[in-house]
């Protein structure tokens, strides 16, 4: 049996997709059949048998496309193994340490029943959109702290775990 995974994000400057690319190529590997689409392209998620969702965070916040797409298909996310990632501290502190959700993503968490959270690193390059990445750039503060090893060691668990493998990894259930 082929196992359906909707791999979902929102971004504004590409380098969640990027994460969210990894998650995808990690999971075929794994055997399963992953589909990558942008939040605001994700019509019904019927057709998936799991979700991994992710969001860059903005001011303590998921980007608008992903706080809507929770909203909008809050009862059949609920009714499917769900993960949920976030991008966006511009240090080294996402591989040091766990960083918990936001209150919103922690709210996602509880009504998705959730299987799991993690927050990577962000990345912020020169080009990036909105003033206040200009400004971040302009201070000195951006770079690439997403671990790429860390997020494909992720999407192997929740490979594994959807395929009955193993058991669930540090913050997830």
Known sequence: MTIKVLVAYATKNWSTAEIARTITEVLRNEGLEPEMRLVSEVGDVQAYDAVV??????????????????RRSAQPLAKRPVWLFS????????GERDIPPVPAVRR?????????????GGCLREGAKGRVARMILK????????????????????????LGQVAVGPGER
């Open 139 to 162: 201070s000195g503060k951006g770079g690439d702290y997403r671990d790429f090893g860390q997020i494909a060691a992720w999407a192997q668990r929740i490979g594994a775990t959807l």
């Open 108 to 120: 996602a968490l509880i009504r998705l029943d959730a299987k799991g959270h993690i927050t990577f």
């Open 87 to 94: 991008s966006g501290p511009l240090d080294a502190s996402a």
């Open 53 to 70: 969702l992710g969001s860059p965070l903005y001011a303590g916040r998921w980007h608008k496309d992903a706080r809507r797409f929770v």
